[in-house]
Antibody, heavy 125, light 109 residues
Framework: EVQLVESGGVVVQPGGSLRLSCAAS????????MHWVRQAPGKGLEWVSL????????YYADSVKGRFTISRDNSKNSLYLQMNSLRAEDTALYYC??????????????????WGQGTLVTVSS | EIVLTQSPGTLSLSPGERATLSCRAS???????LAWYQQKPGQAPRLLIY???SRATGIPDRFSGSGSGTDFTLTISRLEPEDFAVYYC??????????FGQGTRLEIK
């Protein structure tokens, strides 16, 4: 059974930093690209970032580019999101999601076939 | 960047009725790289349809997807009580162009 478990969400002040983690199990982690998707309270879904299956390519939404860094440790089946210079508008539930196609070509993402339950990040003074 | 517009914003129907949800793209979606997700309150989204018309694993056959180019549709043939939720479409294929529609809320009439 595929499981994705996020952690690390807390209340942080504007300008602060935070690192989210996602522990994956139930599939061959290093065969799949992984994503972070967020959802502000009462709002829709926003794709945040993608890392390729081998960690060699990363992509970001314009809203977080230059402030967030996605990474992965395939030896630990783990995905990370380093979040710096946090703003109030970054307040959201952050989901990690598994790409739907194995060994996708760099620069290509697919549908998200499994999602974690999310971790809540609140940016507030 | 491709912008996805879903309609209607809210759809009020009764169990047993047919639901038709629309997703329109601002540019043609290549290779029908269009997915649909269902999200219930307090839950993560669940993949329903990918490739515009392929049902994900375990999804009942009352859910179907259709369309190509810029116009896509999710149809629920006969609504069950558990189908009332928010539905999102997503365009994928290029990491520089992945995005979601704003969602359609399907509520009980």
């Amino acid at each position: 059974e595929v499981q994705l478990v996020e952690s690390g969400g807390v209340v942080v002040q504007p300008g602060g930093s935070l690192r989210l983690s996602c522990a994956a199990s139930g599939f061959t982690f290093d065969d799949y690209a992984m994503h972070w998707v967020r959802q502000a309270p009462g709002k829709g879904l926003e794709w945040v970032s993608l890392i390729s299956w081998d960690g060699g390519s990363t992509y970001y939404a314009d809203s977080v580019k230059g402030r967030f860094t996605i990474s992965r440790d395939n030896s630990k089946n783990s995905l990370y999101l380093q979040m710096n210079s946090l703003r109030a508008e970054d307040t959201a539930l952050y989901y990690c999601a598994k790409d739907g196609v194995a060994v996708a070509p760099a620069g290509t993402s697919y549908y998200f076939d499994y999602w974690g339950q999310g971790t809540l990040v609140t940016v507030s003074s | 960047e491709i912008v996805l517009t879903q309609s209607p914003g809210t759809l009020s129907l009764s169990p047993g009725e047919r639901a038709t949800l629309s997703c329109r793209a601002s540019q043609s979606v290549s290779s029908s790289y269009l997915a649909w997700y269902q999200q219930k309150p307090g839950q993560a989204p669940r993949l329903l349809i990918y490739g515009a018309s392929s049902r994900a694993t375990g999804i009942p056959d009352r859910f179907s997807g259709s369309g190509s180019g810029t116009d896509f549709t999710l149809t629920i043939s006969r609504l069950e009580p558990e189908d009332f939720a928010v539905y999102y479409c997503q365009q994928y294929g290029s990491s520089l162009r992945s995005g979601f529609g704003q969602g359609t809320r399907l509520e009980i009439k």
